[in-house]
């Protein structure tokens, strides 16, 4: 395994980061880490990269115990953080210079790197004089500059622009094809455009773990639906195959199903059964954003 994490917990004073979090990753894997806001995806990755300590469980990278061996596991392991630090006052190329004097990689790796997340026309510059979207790719071409096997990513596609985004996602795509890439990130699309499978945490808990292929097979289906008149919950209810019901409006619900079966002429009978009238009702597959949205609202 390049990667496994087993039964680690990260308190901070009286909050719990992390609580028992457990999985495994293998080369040639593209996995993204998702969840909201404060659910632990930064304390992870700093643990991953020896950066902190938990307080309880184990962490290896390419077979290295990231607790016993911090700085060994390091040298395997490629980390772009959420705030990237650069040293602003450098050229690009001398800052990717100096850090290859520290990694003791050939410098022709530097040249490498700058075509690959393509700074070839920024090269010349000082890194305080680049665009967000352009140091993005400076702490990139940090990050693969030693051909680590494991690259962990913090947000990296932060600030670009579209036409950037597809570059990088496409850059993102080959590093995955022989090494194992762990990035988290808020895009949604980005995710199903790129990873082969997908971790979600909320409040320090591992809540879904599945391949990519797997959720878009099982996708249910999401019916928005507006009534004549109100409609109460344990009615809607006695709907068969429903997952959720969720009241958005007056008289309006989003039903969500699991069945193959397209449940629209269902809601029409139900609607029939029960003397009522349906002014609008459109459907859709779920997404993995509205998954996403599903698992870790409260």
């Known amino acids: 395994m390049s990667i496994k994490v087993s039964s680690v917990s990260k308190i901070y004073k009286t909050q719990k980061a992390l609580n028992t979090i457990s999985f495994s990753a293998e080369k040639g894997q593209i996995i993204g880490f998702l969840g909201p806001n404060g659910a632990g995806k930064s304390t992870m990755m700093k643990i991953l990269t020896g950066f902190i300590k938990p307080n ?3 962490v ?3 077979e290295i115990n990231v607790l016993e061996n911090p700085l060994e596991a390091q040298k395997t392991i490629g980390y772009l953080p959420e705030h990237n630090p650069l040293y602003l006052d450098m050229y690009v190329r ?9 990694f003791q990689v050939d410098k022709n790796q530097i040249e490498t790197c700058i075509e690959k997340v393509g700074l070839i026309a920024e090269a010349h510059k000082k890194i305080n004089q680049l665009s967000k979207g352009y140091q993005q790719r400076v702490g990139l071409a940090a990050a693969i500059l030693h051909n680590p096997n494991i690259l962990i990513l913090d947000e990296p596609t932060t600030g670009l622009d579209p036409n ?5 996602r496409a850059l993102i795509k080959e590093l995955g094809k022989d090494k194992t890439v762990l990035f988290s990130t808020h895009i949604m699309q980005e995710v199903e455009a790129v990873c082969d499978r997908v971790i979600i945490i909320k409040k320090g808990e591992l809540i879904i773990d599945k391949k990519i292929a ?5 996708q249910q289906q999401i019916i928005k639906v ?4 109100k409609v109460d919950k344990v009615l809607i209810n006695q709907l068969e195959n429903l997952v959720s019901s969720i009241n958005i409006g007056k008289n309006t619900w989003q039903l969500t199903f699991n069945s193959d079966e397209d449940m629209r002429s269902k809601i029409f009978d139900f609607a029939q059964e029960n003397s009522l009238k349906i002014l609008e009702l459109s459907s859709k597959n779920k997404t993995l954003e509205s998954l996403f949205t599903e698992l870790t609202s409260d």
């Open 60 to 62: 290896y990278v390419d």
């Open 164 to 168: 950037q985004l597809i570059e990088i």
């Open 56 to 58: 309880e469980g184990k």
């Open 214 to 218: 797997e959720l878009q097979k099982n």
């Open 94 to 102: 001398e800052y990717l210079q100096f850090l290859a004097s520290i």
């Open 226 to 229: 507006i009534f004549n008149t």
